[in-house]
């Protein structure tokens, strides 16, 4: 008789129930970064030497699938951005650990560096290659970082900048907005314009074949080409399912991905369009007053929106959305800018704050200014006798903003005046009085309609305001336009304590800002001397005709205030810069919008000024590398060489 110690093993051992349905499965939690691998259907196999293998892991069940999914997207993304296939990528990935992969990605991206490094410079020498991946390495982990981490201001020759006029048959322009190579203009008559930028010379007539050729090359281009336009209808202003503007246009933004450009007018509307050929695609109407500034989030479809109604607003452009509304200001909104974290900093105009919105905290820091241009200190320290004390003006509207990282920002307002901010204090870091300028004295006839006016009632000369502000994204380069002929150029210091004055766009000056002479139109920067002192003009007249006194004032013209006797005849009413080549290695663009008069109003209109557009070519500094092998190498950034 058998028993359970006589019997066989076989018959007293209990049998493992294979329904899936008598007990859950067991939940296993994956790495992110790791990849599933794909199992086969059948059995696994024994190998001769190694030991059995155990009961296959099975999969999460529906609930939890999701991630998995999202870790497959991103595994593809992350190939698709280092450039490898799916076939490449499933091989590399079969058996591999989270460690593992992130080894790889990091062996990939070091390798892609050290090949642009030697494309860049055309030699591989080991210690210097180390030194350059480092510090690309450094620039990347700083964006990431929102901080400052380019100093451009000493490696761009703004005095050497070539400039072009364009327009069409458009009333005052009011803004315009960059991507490259296209450029997009807005103006009070409802026209949206879109612009293909002209090449560098060096790029529009390629060689194509080894042989020299007999003929010399074509004179390159330089006006940009008219490539689409669009404009709204004032009749359809009661129509509701119209998908355009019924009223003036005071904005314009551009993503960076080239999809969408977005405009905003006095009608209170948005319109959404289609960047490839202008065509509408969505209005929103949401703001119950004028829109005045728009600005995308770096590197996303994620919109910020700021108008008269006094609130700011945010929208999604992937899913054609509003999102909220964000609520703060005491008067209108005039301006905002934003980069690539999410949030947004706007000016309230005349309740003179400048206000940093955190959109994910729901939270807002407010900046007060409304101080004057001079502090008394500095007034009661060093008198400045070239200046009235009563244009010392206070600030009475805050017009302008641009963020030069996630922590400081600047402001402009209308006396003239540039302040620099920062997130750790409440009042500015910084102010830059006059930076355009003050404007010329009026004459007593004009100030009075008595016969012999008291010089009392003469008003003293009131300061240029601010009205364009533009900074280069994480470096140290500002720029500031008014209506005094030049777009102004100035630096953040070392310290990050201070703003300092660089120069004009397109002209030489003294270190006080005064302008000596200025490169004709149409003239290439290679025409012009590199020692700081510009060359005899070659047409329109002797080099008298070219020098202007301090603030944009020329000696030898009419002292008429409203006349526009620099570079830039009008109002500069918005900036847009995009930089030439990777990494800016081809130097910056710059394109700025010209009016008759202001785009919000008509508070000034000027004599001989222009409606229209101007585009800068920016050149960079030659970077001299060192000798290495007895050979020089030098990369030649220099976009006038």
């Known amino acids: 008789m058998s028993s359970f110690f006589t019997g066989p093993g076989v018959q007293n051992k209990r049998k493992r129930q294979t329904s899936a349905a008598d007990g859950p499965k067991k939940r296993l939690a994956t790495s992110s970064n790791s990849i599933p691998v794909q199992k086969s259907a059948g059995r696994a196999t024994k190998r001769p030497g190694n030991p059995a ?30 450039g490898v296939d799916d076939d490449t990528s499933g091989s590399e990935a079969e058996g591999e650990t989270a460690a593992e992969r992130r080894l790889r990605l990091a062996e990939r991206y070091l390798d892609n560096v050290k090949d642009e490094v030697q494309d860049e410079y055309g030699f591989d020498a080991e210690e210097i290659d180390r030194d350059l991946i480092a510090e690309r390495m ?41 991507c490259a190579p296209f450029a997009y203009t807005v103006s009070k008559d409802m026209y949206l314009v879109k612009w293909k930028l002209q ?11 080894k042989k020299k050729p007999k003929k010399p090359p074509a004179p390159p281009k330089k006006k940009p080409q008219r490539v689409a336009s669009s404009r709204g209808d004032t009749r359809k ?27 905003a007018g006095a ?25 005045t500034g728009l600005a995308f989030r770096r590197g996303t479809n994620q919109l910020y929106s700021s108008s008269k109604d006094r609130t700011v607003k945010v929208w999604s452009l992937n899913e054609l959305a509003y999102v909220e509304t964000l609520f703060g200001h005491q008067d209108h909104v005039v301006d905002i800018d934003a980069l690539a974290q999410e949030r947004c900093v706007s000016v309230g105009a005349r309740d003179r704050t400048a206000r940093l919105w955190k959109v994910v905290e729901e939270t807002q820091l407010v900046f007060r200014g409304g101080g004057s ?23 009475g509207s ?3 903003i641009a963020m030069i990282d996630d922590d400081m920002f600047v402001t402009g307002s209308d006396n003239g005046s540039i302040a620099l901010w920062s997130l750790q204090k409440k009042k500015p870091v910084f102010v830059l009085p006059h930076a355009h300028g003050i404007e010329p004295e009026l004459a007593p006839e004009k100030s009075s309609g008595e016969i012999d006016p008291d010089p009392a009632v003469i008003p003293p000369p009131q300061p240029r305001w601010i009205t364009a502000l533009r900074t280069i994204p994480y470096s140290d380069t500002i720029l500031s336009g008014s209506w005094d002929g030049y777009v102004r150029v100035w630096k953040l210091s070392e310290d990050k304590r201070r703003l300092e004055r660089v120069g004009v766009i397109g002209a030489t000056s003294d270190e006080d800002g005064n302008v000596l002479s200025h490169i004709p139109q149409y003239q290439f920067p290679q025409q012009v001397q590199t020692n700081g002192n510009a060359e005899e003009p070659k047409e329109n007249g002797n080099s008298s005709s070219q020098e202007v006194a301090r603030n944009g004032k020329d000696k030898s013209a009419s002292p008429t205030p409203d006349s526009a006797l620099g570079l830039v005849k009008g109002v500069i009413n918005d900036i847009s810069t995009f930089e030439r080549g990777d990494r800016g290695r081809d130097g910056l663009c710059v394109v700025i919008a010209l009016g008759k008069e202001h785009r919000l109003g008509r508070w000034k209109k000027l004599q001989g000024g222009r409606n229209g557009a101007m585009v800068f070519e920016v050149p960079r500094v030659r970077k001299e590398v060192v000798q290495t092998n007895g050979v020089d190498h030098t990369s030649d950034v220099d976009s006038s060489s």
């Open 53 to 82: 293998p155990k009961k296959q892991r099975v999969e999460r069940d529906e609930s939890i699938s999701g991630s998995d999914s999202e870790d497959d997207d991103l595994s593809e993304d992350e190939d698709a951005f280092n």
């Open 138 to 178: 450094q620039e990347d982990v700083a964006e990431t970082k929102g901080k400052v981490y380019r100093q451009l201001a000493s490696e761009l020759l703004f005095e050497k900048a070539s400039h072009t006029i364009f327009r069409w048959n458009s009333q005052n322009v009011n803004s315009v907005a960059t």
């Open 199 to 209: 090449d560098l010379p060096q790029y529009q007539w390629p060689q194509t074949t």
């Open 237 to 263: 202003a009661k129509d509701k399912n119209y998908q355009g503007h019924t009223g003036p246009i005071l904005k314009v933004a551009a993503s960076q991905d080239g999809k969408f450009v977005v405009t």
């Open 267 to 291: 009608d209170r509307r948005m319109v959404v369009h289609d960047a490839e050929t202008l065509k509408p695609i969505r209005a929103f109407s949401q703001h119950r007053d004028a829109v």
């Open 373 to 395: 241009s001079i502090s008394e200190k500095k007034k009661d320290a060093r008198p400045n006798t070239n200046v009235d004390p009563k244009s010392n003006a206070h600030e």
């Open 398 to 400: 805050m017009d302008r």
